[in-house]
């Protein structure tokens, strides 16, 4: 089997000095952080009390995580078997990225051993914020059971990885519900704040566009992903990834562009519905013309292109472009277009060491998912456990 | 645009509102059919084969 035959590669490679490199610098932030106070590394004040650590590691990171449930849903609950293969990855794609979420929102909360209180000393139901809270937690748990046969196989501890196993579609339906009401009220979350956040991104739809938005950013993600695998981790896929990979892009693509293309109606609908139209022949409507056009309906068409011309590359490109525009999207509704009324001094603008830290943060991720993809039977089978899914 | 009422509000929004769904919808028929298009030639080669 392909998998077998590692190339021989030096360790320390330029990408291997850069990531210790920033994985050294963050190392040293984390201390500063956590032993100084947030205000040693952050500019944040009352007026922007979240920053990119909210608006990119939480908002972002959930958004792009989402290819765990689509994926699953896609094979586990529509029966669609001939993408099977695509589950693990995204699977573990998305336990890495929800354990990341978790990882980069203790630098915002500080006191990291009060996780737990939103759930036990002082649960609020009645918030946003509190499903938010819940449904991660319970989704991060549901992950970690979905990933962890791949751990057991490669333990050969054959009777918790058959316990996990039969428990698959069970905790499918609960992941898909878990995903469907917090991807939501992420977007629920900014309800409360019609008068900060700019009328042509604040909607009463909001928590509907998150959702609907977090689809195309899950498709899109096990495309990129798939891509680069193919790519970088050509050695480790078996012959059944190998092959099944093209249908898993172009029909994740046909997928992604039909969902794009609801949203960018949507997004017009949430322009309707409060009369917001005078404002796209300001500024802030050019802006808000270039995502709607550039990264939703572009990458719409880029998508519905390649599936009909079954051109992988192009659905490459487009899932990058989606995925661009899902983090330009969370990026201006939680920093560029939130607050857009105050003067310009007194906007957030993240200091160095919180962008420095949220790229610690994602060469973190990166880093365990290179060695979970290499050391774990992700992108290939298990010799001991061949058709056992 | 000027809104005496909050009748006159709902009435455009809501207005809007509907025209572009039913504009959507039917953009989503031409959508749907050109990204399916070569997906129906394909069965239909495989018919005469």
């Given amino acids: 089997m392909s998998h077998h035959t590692t190339p021989d590669k030096k360790f320390w490679t330029p990408a291997n000095i850069l990531t210790a490199i920033i994985l050294a610098i963050g190392l040293v932030l984390t201390v500063k952080r956590f032993t100084m106070g947030i205000g040693s590394v952050t500019n944040l004040s009352d007026d922007n009390p979240w920053g990119i650590w909210i608006g990119f590691d939480l908002l972002c990171g959930v958004a792009l995580a989402a290819g765990g449930y689509t994926t699953s849903a896609a094979v586990y609950l529509f029966g669609m078997k001939k993408y099977h293969s695509a589950v693990r990855p995204a699977i573990t794609t998305a336990f890495l990225g929800y354990a990341f979420v978790v990882f980069a929102l203790l630098y915002d909360l500080g ?28 989704y991060l748990t549901v992950l970690a059971i979905e990933f962890s046969p791949a751990v057991w196989e490669t333990l050969r501890w054959k009777k918790l990885r058959h316990l996990a196993h039969s428990l698959t579609l069970l ?16 977007g629920g979350l900014y309800l409360i704040a019609p008068s ?29 992903e798939g891509g680069l695998s193919h790519k970088f981790l050509h050695h480790k896929m078996d012959e059944t990834h190998i092959e099944e990979a093209p249908g898993v892009t172009l029909g994740f693509a046909k997928a992604a562009a039909v969902v794009l293309f609801g949203y960018f109606n949507l997004k017009w609908i949430g322009v309707a519905i409060d009369d917001n139209w005078h404002y796209l022949a ?21 998508y519905a292109v390649a599936a009909r011309e079954k051109n992988q590359k192009l659905a490459f490109w487009a899932s990058i472009v989606t995925v661009a525009g899902i983090v330009l999207n969370r990026l201006n509704i939680s920093l560029v277009a939130f607050n857009w009324q105050l003067p310009t001094e007194f906007r957030y603008i993240p200091s160095w060491e919180e962008i420095m830290i949220t790229v610690f943060i ?7 998912l ?20 | ?47 005469e084969e």
């Fill in chain 1, 362 to 368: 994602v060469t973190l991720e990166i880093t365990v």
């Fill in chain 2, 1 to 47: 645009m000027e809104f005496m009422t909050y009748h006159d509000f709902m009435f455009w929004t809501k207005g809007m509102a509907y025209v572009g769904m039913g504009l959507g919808l039917a953009a989503f028929v031409a959508f749907w059919l050109f990204l399916t298009e070569r997906d129906e030639d394909r069965f239909a080669d495989k018919e």
């Fill in chain 1, 111 to 138: 006191r990291y051993y009060r996780l737990p209180y939103p759930l036990t000393i002082y649960p609020g139901p009645t918030s946003f914020l509190f499903e938010v809270g819940l449904c991660v937690a319970l």
């Fill in chain 1, 282 to 302: 300001t500024g802030w409507g050019a802006w808000f013309l270039v995502e709607v056009i550039g990264f939703v309906l572009v990458p719409c068409l880029m």
């Fill in chain 1, 370 to 389: 290179r060695f979970c993809l290499s050391k774990l039977p992700i992108l290939h089978e298990h010799p001991e456990f061949k058709g056992a899914h």
């Fill in chain 1, 196 to 224: 900060k956040l700019h009328p042509l991104w604040y909607s009463p739809y909001l928590a509907l566009f998150f959702f609907i938005s977090s689809i195309p950013a899950g498709l899109s993600m096990v495309i990129f």
């Fill in chain 1, 171 to 186: 905790l499918t339906i609960f992941g898909v519900i878990l995903s469907t009401l917090h991807q939501s009220s992420l």
